[in-house]
């Protein structure tokens, strides 16, 4: 048993937020010693939690796309990592879903990306993923720092959350699509290949 597997063991009989999530805990994640791809995302979503698949809803779809991927590839652990920034559904906020309970990343975090020495990519997906993995080099906002997607290429890419909820976000910054999808595409397809 490697360790990346024990720590997962450890992680999805995890309590800490116990009290706090309005569905119970049921810590949702992916990963393997072997990993070369990080999806560093925000926390599941109520149909993620009843699943128990990560990025199993629209986001997940969009996000396939964007990286142009399988669902087979996405979901091979030796290649791709999927680790939120909170691995339990949160709750519902004002306008979606309510942030990651900030316990996982500070229990959890540094522990899991110790087990993953082979990333040779990580996708920071939303605000949460990229003010923790980027703290103090992110711009003044999501927009610019994914604008600034070439200060931290090639290992890290800061994006958007794929949500429906950020249609308009997509529509006011067509350069995303334009510039941005198509290179990181092309950099997963050659890390892909390579495993």
């Avoid at 360790?3 to 999805?12: D, G, P, R, Y």
């Avoid at 092309?186 to 495993?195: A, D, K, M």
Wanted: glycine fraction near 6%.
């Amino acid at each position: 048993m490697t360790n990346a597997h024990k720590l997962l063991l450890e992680i999805k009989s995890c309590t800490i937020c116990l009290d706090q999530l309005p569905l119970g805990p049921r810590p949702i994640l992916q990963a393997s010693d072997s990993a070369k791809i990080l999806i560093a995302g925000q926390a599941p979503g109520k149909r993620v939690h009843q699943s128990g698949v990560p990025f199993d809803d629209q986001s997940g779809d969009r996000l396939r796309n964007w990286l142009g991927m399988t669902k087979e590839q996405f979901y091979d652990a030796g290649i791709v990592a999927i680790l939120p920034m909170g691995f339990c559904y949160p709750g519902s906020g004002k306008s979606g879903d309510a942030p990651p309970r900030p316990e996982c990343a500070k229990e959890w975090r540094e522990r899991l990306l110790n087990v993953l020495p082979h990333l040779e990519l990580t996708l920071l997906i939303g605000k949460y993923a990229i003010d923790y993995h980027l703290a103090g080099v992110q711009k003044d906002n999501l927009t610019n720092t994914v604008k600034a997607w070439r200060d931290y290429w090639p290992s890290k890419i800061p994006m958007p959350h794929p949500s429906p909820r950020n249609n308009i976000w997509f529509r006011q910054n067509p350069w995303f699509e334009k510039e941005v999808l198509p290179v990181v595409k092309q950099r997963v397809r050659i890390i892909t290949q390579n495993n």
